[in-house]
């Protein structure tokens, strides 16, 4: 297979998906820093899963690849699919490695919603990112899916 020939769909899902392993590479060395500085032999509850998401977020990226490759949708719809699970992907994972930084909660979604020691987030605002992820995901994945459907079983 020609490289030319792939869609950027497909090309950002793989980049996306080498880039979320290696930023669990690092998070595990950030993770296993903190495990060893602690008298308890634990990192930050966000560090561990900053390590965790980007993991399987790596994987989950080459999935989307493989869709958007076998989708019969537009290489433009496709693209769009793909973007918005990487953009929520990379938020998630951005959010955590900033709470493991802070150190300023165990628990995000625990009222009140704090960044930091100063800033407290509305609850809406939580809410509303919340609702985004899911029904963007959700849709953009079950497009993607059913365009390798169509394809696949045609």
């Not at 699970?85 to 165990?106: E, P, Q, R």
Request: proline letters at 2%.
């Amino acid at each position: 297979m020609d490289v030319a020939q792939l869609d950027q769909s497909v090309r950002w899902a793989i980049i996306f998906s080498g880039i979320f392993l290696w930023v669990g590479m690092l998070t595990g060395v950030w993770k296993y820093w903190q495990i060893r500085q602690s008298v308890q032999s634990r990192a930050h509850y966000y560090v561990d899963i900053a390590h965790r998401s980007s993991l399987l977020y790596a994987p989950a990226s080459l999935i989307l690849a493989v869709l958007a490759y076998f989708s019969v949708f537009s290489a433009q719809l496709n693209l769009f699919c793909v973007l918005i699970n990487l953009v929520f992907f990379s938020f998630s994972i951005l959010s955590y490695i900033l709470h493991g930084f802070l150190k300023d909660t165990t628990n995000q979604f625990k009222a009140p919603h704090t960044l930091g020691k100063k800033l407290t987030l509305p609850a809406w605002m939580l809410s509303a990112a919340m609702f985004m992820l899911i029904v963007s995901e959700l849709g953009a994945t079950a497009i993607l899916l059913l365009g390798a459907a169509l394809k696949l079983w045609s």
